[in-house]
Every structure is written in structure tokens, then in C-alpha cells.
Nanobody
Framework: EVQLVESGGDSVQPGGSLTISCAAS????????MAWFRQAPGTERQWVAV????????TYGSAAKGRFTMSHETAKNTLYLQMNNLKTGDTAMYYC?????????????????WGQGTQVTVST
């Protein structure tokens, strides 16, 4: 059974840093498209970053570029999102998503598997 379990969400002050994790089971991250999305109350799900793990290519959304870094650890089959210089606008539930393949899209509908989300709150 494929499972994605996010963790690491927290409340931080503006300008702070946080790393959230996505532990995968039932499949090997190395063979999948992996992505982070986020959703704030009353808004649509927004893509944050997409990672074609087989090809090694990463793409970041405009809100994440220059501040967020996605990585993975093969031994732990885990995906990470390191977030620096956090802003109040980054407050959202962050979701990890996965789908088989090497060409990865930003469209959440193309992702087959989702985690339950981890809450990131940025406030003073």
C-alpha cells in the first residue's frame, strides 16, 4: 500500500526557517514524480515544487524560488522541503504528492497519491 506521511509542520516567526518531511512507503521515491503543494483556507491548492526524481530535475513555483529547497534521502525513502526566510503568506497546509513517471507536472490532478498534510504557520 502506498502511503505518504508528512511531518515537521510548526509555527514560526517571519524570517524563520523550517524543514518539513514526507516519508514514503509502498513504493520507491527514486522512480516517481514527487511534489509539494500547499493550500491556505479559502484558496485553491497551489503547487510549490516538483521533482522528477529519476531525472533529477526540480522546478519551483514563484513563491518558493530562491527560498525553498526540495531534496530526498534514498536510504529513508523520504522527501524534504527546506523553507527559509518564511513569510506570513507561506502559512498553509503543505501536502506531499507522488505519481509514477519521469515527466512531472504542476497539475495536482495528475498526482495519484497524497499525504494528509502538515500545517505551517508563519506569524509574529
Amino acid at each position: 500500500e502506498v502511503q505518504l506521511v508528512e511531518s515537521g509542520g510548526d509555527s514560526v516567526q517571519p524570517g524563520g526557517s523550517l524543514t518539513i518531511s514526507c516519508a514514503a512507503s509502498g513504493f520507491t521515491v527514486n522512480n516517481y514524480c514527487m511534489a509539494w503543494f500547499r493550500q491556505a483556507p479559502g484558496t485553491e491548492r497551489q503547487w510549490v515544487a516538483v521533482y522528477s526524481v529519476p531525472l533529477g530535475g526540480k522546478t519551483y513555483g514563484s513563491a518558493a524560488k530562491g527560498r525553498f529547497t526540495m531534496s530526498h534521502e534514498t536510504a529513508k525513502n523520504t522527501l524534504y522541503l527546506q523553507m527559509n526566510n518564511l513569510k506570513t503568506g507561506d502559512t498553509a497546509m503543505y501536502y506531499c504528492a507522488a505519481t509514477p513517471g519521469i515527466v512531472c507536472t504542476r497539475d495536482p490532478q495528475t498526482y495519484s497519491y497524497w499525504g494528509q498534510g502538515t500545517q505551517v504557520t508563519v506569524s509574529t
